[in-house]
């Protein structure tokens, strides 16, 4: 995506149209998809260095680098961003899990690496929320 974004729009259906993530003014550098990447991040980290304090919303130079760092062992290309080809790697990690579904959305896990968390999606909008493992609450995908 080129330039920052209109508007917040959400997460949806399988991610890989996401707006960007970045630490430059060109991209969404704040807000509850930050948190969601955050999260997978935070599930993903083999080292186990990685707290849930981590989970702060804002896409600094700390994020960028632990995102260089997904971005290598998932061997996909290193830029420090979150574009559609990371947004699609880590989608492929979602896996349905009926334990999260309630009336109006299907339930699913992040199955990272050392973690997981669940997420949801909205059946009528494709819109995802996620239990954010900082606050234990589901949270939604705005910026």
């Known amino acids: 995506m080129i330039g920052a974004p209109a508007k917040a729009d959400p997460a949806a259906n399988s991610w890989s149209d996401n707006h960007q993530l970045c630490n430059s003014s060109s991209c969404v550098r704040a807000g509850n998809i930050v948190r969601l990447w955050q999260a997978i991040i935070w599930a ?3 080292s186990g260095s990685v707290g849930t304090s981590f989970i702060d919303g804002e896409f600094g130079s700390n994020t960028a680098a632990k995102t260089r760092t997904w971005q290598d062992v998932m061997n996909i ?3 420090g961003s979150v574009g ?3 947004w699609g790697k880590a989608y492929g990690a979602v896996n349905r899990n009926t334990g999260f579904d309630t009336s109006t959305q299907t339930g699913y896990f992040y199955y990272g690496y050392n973690r997981t968390f669940g997420l949801r999606k909205q059946n009528s909008n494709g819109v995802w929320t996620f239990l954010n493992p900082r606050t234990g609450s589901w949270t939604g995908t705005s910026h």
């Open 44 to 46: 993903d980290d083999l």
């Open 77 to 79: 290309g290193i830029d």
């Open 84 to 86: 559609p080809q990371t």
